[in-house]
Structure formats: C-alpha cells, structure tokens
C-alpha cells in the first residue's frame, strides 16, 4: 500500500503536466490536458449529407431569387432573408432540381417560386446551422411560414441581437428548443440574469452557445453556484471564458467536483493556483475525468487525507 502511495503523486504530475525539456511550463498558451492520451473525434451518428457543389454562377443566381422572394413577397426581414438564401445549400440544391430552364436560372427560379410556395421552416432551421437529417423532425406539421411562427422569430431575433451567431442558434434550437419558444421578454430576463452576477456580454454568449440548457429554467444557477466558488479561489471570469470551446459542460458536477475539492482541506489560495494550472482537473468531461482517477484511487484503499496530499503536491510542483 505505501508503495502504491508513492506512485500516486508522479502519476498525477505525469498526467496533469505538459513538459518541455523536462520542464513544465504553465504560463504558455498550450492548453494542459489531465490526462495522457488525448481525445478521440466522435463518431458520427449517421452519415452525413454529401456536400453540395453548385456552380458558382448558379448559387449566386438562385441565391438572388430566394432573397427576392423571402423578403419582397414573403415579407422576412431583409438579414433574415439574406441569410437564409446564402447559408441554405441543401435547401436551394433541391430547389434547383425542380426547374428545368438552366439558361436563366434566377428567371426560371422566380417564376417557380411564384406558383409553389416553399416551407420557409426548411432553409431558416438550415441557415442557423442544422442538416436536413436534423431538422426534420422540427418542421411544424401545420405552418409553411415564418412569419406566422412569432415566438420563434421574436426569440430567433433576441439572440441574434445579443451577438450570437446565427449559424450556432441552431444548436441552441436542437438541444433546448424551448428558448425559441419562450412568451415575450423571458429570454431577455434569462440572458440579463448573467449581467447580475458580473458577467460580460462576451462570455454569455459563448457559455449559451456551448451550453444551451443554461436557459432553461433554473439551470443557469447552477453556473452561478461554480461562478462564485471559483471567484472566492481568485479564478477570474477571463480564465473561465478561455476554457469555452464550444463542448457542452455539465456546471452541477464541476459544482459537486468544486465542493469536493475543497473538503480534502486545501485553502482557497491552493484550490484557485491549482485549477488555473490544471485547467482539465475541471474542464475535461466536466470533471468525470477527475472523479474517475479519484474513484480509481479510493478503490485501492487511498484515503481522503492521502488525496489531499496528493492534489496539494500538484499546487506545489511548477
């Protein structure tokens, strides 16, 4: 056992420390990992869409014709419209396989557009950044039109205003759809919440955007709770906005890991200098990566007092 005792602190430092001629550095830009191997790309679920490859000539053309027809005809804001004929490939592929006239595509495509009503449902959810395989699903049995869809305009536009980008709403869409359907003024309490506890404008945006579920209801106190542990270790919201890379992150269990941390007895000062050393400790999985190594410990009789020593041996080694 004390042998497996010694072990522990090299293997920690081993895994937790990024080296350069056997030295570490912490205050390069190099991002530390907590652990040795690094991730895998995710699988993807299903194959997706083969891309689309429309001659240049002939995007620009139908893209022309679509923007005409959401904001002339259809009367969409002109941003709106204008984003959803540029950012919509699948959408207007199919669209052009229904004309035959190739000579004068943007003449063919009006003249279609006039006698078929399209389901504006399907470039819009394309254009905030999800695939066909992905909206399906979305699309509204009963409505072809947007502007008879208020509550997802109105919401779609608060976002957009408050700077997110408008290809990333469709995330947002997928994993909590029920911000773009919330009744006027609940989003704008839901992102003026933030501003409450100091936040900035810049790292709300990129938290809703990684983290979509801290709109709905009371989720987002949860990040306030890790916002306020961290603050009292000296961790500053700049360093919190670093470690955002668009993975989604799980705050109520970086809350309990926090919470757990701090019951193995180190001093706020140690908790803070280590966090910002060890970014991973915490950002990695949302800290399962941590619970599991401590979980592999505990399991050969390491006890809390040990682990304690274990963690503060990682504040110290620079």
């Not at 990566?289 to 050969?300: E, M, P």
Request: contains cysteine; charged residues 25%; glycine residues 6%.
């Amino acid at each position: 056992m004390k042998h497996l005792q010694k072990l522990i602190t090299p293997l920690i430092l081993k895994w937790g420390y990024v080296f350069n001629n056997s030295k570490p550095f912490f205050g390069s830009s190099q991002k530390v990992r907590f652990y040795a191997t690094a991730k895998k790309s995710k699988l993807k679920q299903g194959e997706e869409e083969e891309e689309c490859h429309i001659p240049r000539a002939v995007k620009k053309e139908a893209q022309a014709a679509l923007l005409d027809y959401l904001h002339s005809t259809r009367s969409l804001q002109f941003m709106d419209a204008e984003h959803m004929s540029k950012n919509s490939p699948f959408f207007l592929s199919n669209l052009l396989q229904r004309i035959d006239n190739e000579n004068d595509i943007r003449r063919s495509l009006t003249r279609f557009l006039r006698y078929h009503p399209i389901n504006e449902f399907e470039p819009f959810f394309e254009s905030i950044g999800l695939k066909p395989c992905q909206y399906l699903p979305f699309l509204p049995r009963d409505l072809m039109f947007l502007n008879d869809d208020h509550r997802l305009l109105d919401n779609y536009h608060i976002l957009c205003n408050y700077g997110i980008s408008r290809n990333k709403i469709g995330r947002i869409f997928a994993e909590a759809p029920e911000v773009l359907r919330y009744d006027s003024g609940v989003l704008d309490l839901k992102l003026a919440s933030f501003h409450g506890v100091g936040i900035d404008q810049s790292i709300v945006v990129k938290l809703v955007s990684a983290s979509p579920y801290l709109l709905i209801g009371n989720v987002h106190k949860e990040f306030f709770q890790v916002v306020e542990e961290l603050k009292k270790t000296g961790v500053e919201y700049s360093w919190i906005e670093e470690q955002l890379n668009g993975d989604s992150i799980d705050w109520s269990h970086l809350f309990e890991l926090i919470c757990f941390l701090n019951g193995l007895g180190l001093t706020d000062q140690q908790l803070g200098k280590l966090i910002c050393q060890v970014p991973g400790l915490l950002f990695d999985c949302s800290g399962r990566t941590t619970f599991s190594l401590i979980g592999f410990w505990l399991k050969f009789g390491i006890q809390k007092p040990k682990l304690h020593d274990v963690f503060y041996a990682c504040h110290k080694f620079q």
